[in-house]
Nanobody, 119 residues
Framework: QVLLAESGGGLVQAGGSLRLSCLASGRSFSRYAMGWFRQVPGKERLFVAAISRFGTSTNYADSVKGRFSISRDDAKNTLYLQMSSLKPEDTAVYYC????????????WGQGTQVTVSS
């Protein structure tokens, strides 16, 4: 069991930056591949970014490529999402998630943090 808790959301003006954090507790954080997702009310949850075990590879949704950066610090059991050049359409609840590398299914989810980008 891994418990995930996001933080760092808030209100920011368009063009600004925010860094989200996701603190993991429970079983060893380093054994999991991790990802960030986002959801707008009434719409499906969408993939934002993912990072492999040890941080050796990353991938991003086209909508955030070049603006967002995912990273992890296994010594601190923490996942990050650095968001820059934010746009109003980035407004959403952001969730971190974890999965066993042998599976494509994210098993562990945080409760989310709200990011609001004003125009």
């Amino acid at each position: 069991q891994v418990l995930l808790a996001e933080s760092g959301g808030g209100l920011v003006q368009a063009g600004g930056s925010l860094r989200l954090s996701c603190l993991a507790s429970g079983r060893s954080f380093s054994r999991y591949a991790m990802g960030w997702f986002r959801q707008v009310p009434g719409k499906e949850r969408l993939f934002v970014a993912a990072i492999s075990r040890f941080g050796t590879s990353t991938n991003y949704a086209d909508s955030v490529k070049g603006r967002f950066s995912i990273s992890r610090d296994d010594a601190k059991n923490t996942l990050y999402l650095q968001m820059s050049s934010l746009k109003p359409e980035d407004t959403a609840v952001y969730y971190c998630a974890g999965r066993d590398p042998s599976s494509s299914i994210y098993t562990y989810w945080g409760q989310g943090t709200q990011v609001t980008v004003s125009s």
